[in-house]
């Protein structure tokens, strides 16, 4: 079945280091992919999207690009601040989400 | 426009007690999915409702959970006769019509069992 597989946190990083969070899935067709963040205490935000092959999506200097001949969706940003610390998953589907296990992001001043 | 409001919150359950977990979507939206977060895992799919009907309940345990989304009214997360197990962050989300380019979550009702 469908499934994703993030890089395991928690990532700990200086102020205005740059990120990367792996995301590689498996899934038939070509779904959805999409990278959401959890603060502490609270619910999912969907942070960005791409919805076909070669999309990148963009939003708060995150950045991910669907690549379908690598099945990934990294994550990145050129320079990460304090109030970046939080858990960021890795999802595929459309109308039910597959969840990737979520990566701890810790950013220190 | 709210959010998607869940509520309580926090809930504390005995062991053998009923959790009625609430989730009102947002304004105009019609569609309805519960998620669960076990501690240190991900969200794992439970159900998706319309209202007034259950569209996959492919993700629900077979036993105690069910879910409703009346007519009037926010959906409803039961869970009978809980168990330790069954402590959990749940979380719903809410969409205007069945899409494929993310829906929004609300921020959960952590339930814990004693």
């Known amino acids: 079945g469908d499934s994703v597989t993030q890089m395991e946190g928690p990532v700990t990083l200086s102020e205005e280091a740059f990120l990367t969070i792996n995301c590689t899935y498996t899934a038939t067709g070509y779904p959805s992919l999409f990278w959401y963040v959890q603060y502490p205490g609270e619910g999912l935000q969907l942070l960005l999207k791409?919805?076909?092959?070669?999309d990148k999506g963009s939003n708060k200097g995150f950045e991910a690009t669907y690549r379908k001949e690598t099945t990934s969706f990294h994550l990145e940003k050129g320079s990460v601040q304090v109030s970046d610390s939080a858990v960021y998953f890795c999802?595929?589907?459309?109308?039910?989400?597959?969840f990737g296990q979520g990566t701890e992001l810790s950013v220190k001043p | 426009n709210a959010g998607v409001m869940q509520n309580p919150r926090h809930l504390v359950r005995r062991r053998g007690q009923e959790a009625r977990l609430r989730c009102s979507p947002m304004?105009?939206?019609?569609?309805v999915y519960w998620y669960r977060q076990l501690p240190e895992e991900g969200l794992k799919f439970m159900v998706y409702l319309q209202k007034e009907n259950i569209i996959d309940e492919s993700g629900m345990p077979k036993e105690r959970f069910s879910a409703e989304f009346p007519k009037e009214g926010p959906s409803i997360l039961r869970i009978q006769q809980v168990v330790r197990g069954d402590s959990a962050a749940y979380f719903c989300?809410?969409?205007?019509?069945?899409?494929?380019?993310?829906?929004?979550f609300g921020s959960g009702t952590r339930l814990t069992v004693v």
């Open positions: 791409a919805t076909k092959a070669d």
């Open positions: 989300a809410s969409s205007p019509e069945p899409q494929d380019y993310g829906y929004t």
């Open positions: 304004k105009g939206h019609s569609h």
């Open positions: 999802a595929l589907g459309g109308g039910k989400l597959i």
